[in-house]
């Protein structure tokens, strides 16, 4: 975590812009207030210029799906990156637990490969953000690999486009 993630309170400078009663009229007097805010008000101001985006993957490709979240970390990056996957396919559950979590994001970033072909738990996500009006933007998980996946409009993995995708949310 980043230090400022740590605290538990803090206290916060703003100016208060206000008509001055001892001025002029049309003057406006400048105060400088304090005001204390708790960890979670810091966090929630800090997530609000940020996107959500779940990743659908083969998982073959999680080392991919690393380098992506890894990616994210960089301090300038247009999202926050937050695991929605499930850890466990073979838990009864799981559909209903990656529908809600695919209706919690903003978008979808397919990762592509070879191994999207045969990925039925890829495609049904794939399915499913479709159902719920995500949009969705593959990226090609290897430089040598320019797997067509059907229905999902894929570019190459840079900076850029993941940027111009996610501030098309």
């Keep these: 975590p980043r230090p400022q993630d740590s605290c538990t309170n803090a206290t916060v400078r703003a100016h208060r812009i206000e008509p001055s009663r001892d001025l002029p009229c049309h003057s406006m007097a400048i105060h400088l207030v304090e005001f204390p805010v708790n960890r979670q008000q810091i ?3 800090r997530m609000a210029d940020k996107k959500t985006v779940f990743v659908a993957f083969a998982i073959e490709d999680e080392r991919q799906r690393d380098f992506l979240k890894g ?3 960089n301090t300038n990056s247009p999202f926050e990156y ?4 499930v850890k466990e396919a073979y838990e009864a559950d799981w559909k209903e637990k990656v529908r809600t979590r695919i209706k919690r994001c903003h978008g979808v970033i397919a990762l592509v490969s070879k191994n999207s072909l045969k990925s039925t738990g890829q495609d049904w996500e ?3 953000a479709r159902e719920e009006k ?3 933007r593959g990226i090609w998980g290897y ?3 320019r797997t067509n996946l059907p229905g999902v409009n894929t570019v190459v993995w840079t900076w850029d486009n993941i940027k111009n995708f996610i501030d098309s949310l």
């Design 82 to 85: 937050i695991d929605l996957s």
């Design 143 to 145: 430089t040598d690999d």
């Design 126 to 128: 794939l399915s499913c």
């Design 43 to 45: 966090l929630e101001y």
């Design 71 to 73: 990616q994210s970390l």
């Design 134 to 136: 995500k949009k969705i």
